[in-house]
């Protein structure tokens, strides 16, 4: 989900929170009737899509209009087919948790911001698309390019020798997945009671080593082992939540397009080893890489897809 990164992301949604621009945007979003301008691999873009992300350009404070408005679509096209192609995307539970997370940092709630959006012609769905996009596309850029940036004994070296020659001290967690699956017909139905369930069920986690005896207790419930993961690596929905919780202990519940899971830590401790501080110094890479919005490997994949893709602008 890059349009320019995520940091480019923060801004755009700051921006969007200005209320002279949003009363600016409301009194000019085009309210044009729907006609296909765009079929990108079968997949159409209408003339009403571009008219929302126009009026998102403006609430950004961008120029460029109804022709950087295509373009944008274009490659968030091509970017969507390629998330759902590996399977890299954040859960609906992920967006709409963001969508809120904005509203409240903008002292709104969710249900006011829809009123916002929709006023100023862009709209809850385009939005969260947006943000879905956003949120997915790294995923996908460091599933394809994470072994192609491994460093090697010499950078390694190099970078600690920069460091005083002492290799970075990470935390290594040993982690199991607890899932209360959720029918995908019954998601409306039984989540809440699921969330009930998965809550009380922490307090009588017995530890990894018995969990699978501790599942079979409750109907529906799976436990998946993780393995081995230094807090760089962990996703970002579960970071928070992992580094809260203690040795032995369980994190809080997260609804996820799977059910209700919560991640069980099976043994936490520092480590200083080769893995780790490659691991340790590929974050701090990326971490760059995001503050400055610049990912050379996610345009270099943005540009392979538009290569081999079929665009007929109609």
């Known amino acids: 989900m890059k349009m320019g990164g995520k940091n480019s992301m923060v801004r755009a949604l700051s921006a969007l929170a200005l209320a002279g621009v949003l009363s600016i945007a409301a009194n000019t979003a085009v309210r044009a009737a729907s006609e296909v301008k765009v079929i990108v691999n079968n997949t159409v873009i209408t003339s009403?899509?571009?008219?929302?992300?126009?009026?998102?350009?403006?609430l950004q404070r961008q120029g460029g209009g109804a022709a950087e408005a295509k373009q944008q679509l274009i490659d968030e096209t091509l970017k969507r087919a390629e998330i759902a192609r590996v399977q890299q995307s954040v859960s609906t539970s992920d967006v709409d948790a963001a969508y809120a997370r904005f509203a409240a940092g903008n002292k709104l709630s969710p249900e006011q911001l829809g009123k916002i959006l929709e006023q100023a012609g862009v709209g809850v769905d385009h939005f969260k698309q947006y943000i879905a996009v956003q949120m997915s596309w790294p995923?996908?850029?460091?599933?394809r390019y994470g072994s192609a940036n491994r460093l090697s004994g010499g950078d390694l070296v190099k970078r600690m020798m920069e460091g005083g020659g002492n290799k970075p001290v990470t935390t290594?967690?040993?982690?199991?997945?607890?899932?209360?699956?959720?029918?995908?017909?019954?998601?409306?139905?039984?989540?809440?009671?699921?969330?009930?369930?998965?809550?009380?069920?922490?307090s009588q986690f017995p530890g990894c080593e018995t969990?699978?005896?501790?599942?079979?207790?409750?109907?529906?419930?799976?436990?998946?082992?993780?393995?081995?993961?230094?807090?760089?690596?962990?996703?970002?929905?579960?970071k928070p939540l992992v580094e809260k919780a203690g040795d032995g202990m369980t994190t809080g519940t997260r609804v996820t397009e799977k059910g209700v899971e919560y991640l069980a830590i099976c043994k936490k401790r520092q480590?200083?080893?080769?893995?780790?501080?490659?691991?340790?110094?590929?974050?701090?890479?990326?971490?760059?890489k995001k503050a400055g919005g610049q990912d050379p490997n996610s345009?270099?994949?943005?540009?392979?897809?538009?290569?081999?893709?079929?665009?007929?602008n109609k």
Request: charged fraction near 30%.
């Open 48 to 58: 009403g899509d571009i008219a929302k992300r126009a009026a998102f350009l403006r």
């Open 139 to 143: 995923r996908v850029v460091n599933f």
């Open 172 to 202: 290594e967690y040993f982690l199991q997945q607890v899932i209360f699956v959720i029918p995908e017909s019954k998601r409306g139905a039984i989540t809440a009671k699921r969330q009930a369930e998965a809550n009380a069920s922490r």
């Open 211 to 238: 969990s699978k005896a501790f599942a079979a207790n409750y109907r529906d419930v799976s436990i998946r082992n993780l393995g081995r993961l230094l807090a760089q690596q962990l996703p970002e929905e579960w």
């Open 271 to 288: 480590v200083n080893d080769d893995t780790a501080a490659e691991i340790v110094f590929r974050a701090e890479d990326l971490g760059k």
């Open 299 to 312: 345009e270099k994949y943005l540009e392979e897809l538009r290569e081999k893709a079929q665009i007929v």
